[in-house]
């Protein structure tokens, strides 16, 4: 393969990564923890929506730490999903490339 092929196939690949990041970003994943706390982020990991069910409130009014914990928990599953997805499309769109660009996002 000559040095102008090699180039424009980075040029592709980094033109389809560009892509995928826009997609994720528009992308959403939900984290949960005991059905009592959702966490919607988008494909990036960004937070955008947190709902508590009024049972937690219940459940933890003496409790708040127990109440952080599970925020706590249903936050890291929000972004282990997002963090997933985001692999997912990249190699999806790149191949083994897009693994070893997903991470450089």
């Known amino acids: 393969m000559n040095f102008q ?3 424009k196939e980075a040029q592709k690949a ?8 826009e ?8 984290g949960s923890a005991q059905g009592l706390v959702e966490v919607e982020a988008n494909g990036h990991g960004k937070i955008l929506a947190l709902r ?6 219940k ?9 952080e914990d599970l925020l706590l ?3 890291q599953d ?5 963090h997933e997805l985001s692999e997912k499309e990249m190699a999806k769109e790149l191949g083994g ?3 070893m660009l997903g991470k450089l996002f």
């Open 5 to 7: 092929k090699l180039l």
């Open 78 to 82: 929000a972004q282990t999903k997002a």
């Open 23 to 30: 997609r994720l970003e528009r992308m959403t994943v939900v």
């Open 52 to 57: 508590l069910k009024p049972e937690a409130l």
């Open 59 to 67: 459940a933890f009014q003496d409790d708040p730490e127990g109440l």
């Open 97 to 99: 490339v897009g693994q």
């Open 14 to 21: 980094q033109k389809k990564a560009a892509e995928v990041q």
């Open 73 to 75: 928990v249903a936050i």
